[in-house]
Nanobody, 115 residues
Framework: QVRLVESGGGVVQPGGSLRLSCATA????????MGWYRQAPGKQREWVAS???????NYADSVKGRFTISRDNAKNTVYLQMNSLKTEDTAVYYC?????????WGQGTQVTVSS
């Protein structure tokens, strides 16, 4: 079973920032495109951002210009820097490969944007 561990969520006011982290095994990190997904209450899980092993990045239109995905190869960790947060960014955030691995869904980390 693939193990991915997300952390870094919390409660922040609109306009604030958070940085999420996702640690995983080297075998997964070095081979696959890594991505961040989120699931808001009552909605389906959606892709947010992804980064290949060659450092090319892609973002959902809703977060483009506000979120930045990055990876630390030495730590087998992928990050999501989230700036200018909006209330509609409230969700549980998950990391997984792209395309996702069914066994790779972890607990996620809750991000709540509220005044």
């Amino acid at each position: 079973q693939v193990r991915l561990v997300e952390s870094g969520g919390g409660v922040v006011q609109p306009g604030g920032s958070l940085r999420l982290s996702c640690a995983t095994a080297r075998s997964i990190f070095s081979i696959n495109v890594m991505g961040w997904y989120r699931q808001a209450p009552g909605k389906q899980r959606e892709w947010v951002a992804s980064m290949s092993r060659y450092d090319s990045t892609n973002y959902a239109d809703s977060v483009k210009g506000r979120f930045t995905i990055s990876r630390d190869n030495a730590k087998n960790t992928v990050y999501l820097q989230m700036n200018s947060l909006k209330t509609e960014d409230t969700a549980v955030y998950y990391c997984n490969t792209v395309p996702s691995i069914a066994s790779g869904w972890g607990q996620g980390t809750q991000v709540t944007v509220s005044s």
